[in-house]
Nanobody
Framework: QVQLVESGGGLVQAGGSLRLSCAAS????????MGWFRQAPGKEREFVAVISWSGDRTDYTDSVKGRFTCSRDNTKNTVYLQMNSLKPEDSAVYYC???????????????WGQGTQVTVSS
């Protein structure tokens, strides 16, 4: 079982930055692909970013490319999402997720955190 706890959300003005963190309580964190998703009110949850188990590969949805950076520190069992140049349309609850190695391709994850709210004011 993997437990994930997100933090770092909050209220920020458009153009600002936030860094989300996701701490995992599992001994084999380095074997998991990690992902970030978000869900805005009235919308379906959408993929944001994914990082491979080793951290050497990342992928992003088109709308955040060049603005968001996903990284991980396997010594701290933590994955991060650095969000720059934030826009009001980035407002959502952000979730981190953990999955097997194929999750990098399939975007199918097995474990989910509770989410952290990000609100970007215009």
């Amino acid at each position: 079982q993997v437990q994930l706890v997100e933090s770092g959300g909050g209220l920020v003005q458009a153009g600002g930055s936030l860094r989300l963190s996701c701490a995992a309580s599992v001994r084999t964190f380095s074997s998991y692909t990690m992902g970030w998703f978000r869900q805005a009110p009235g919308k379906e949850r959408e993929f944001v970013a994914v990082i491979s188990w080793s951290g050497d590969r990342t992928d992003y949805t088109d709308s955040v490319k060049g603005r968001f950076t996903c990284s991980r520190d396997n010594t701290k069992n933590t994955v991060y999402l650095q969000m720059n140049s934030l826009k009001p349309e980035d407002s959502a609850v952000y979730y981190c997720a953990a999955g097997g190695r194929m999750a990098f391709i399939t975007r199918k994850f097995d474990y989910w955190g509770q989410g952290t709210q990000v609100t970007v004011s215009s």
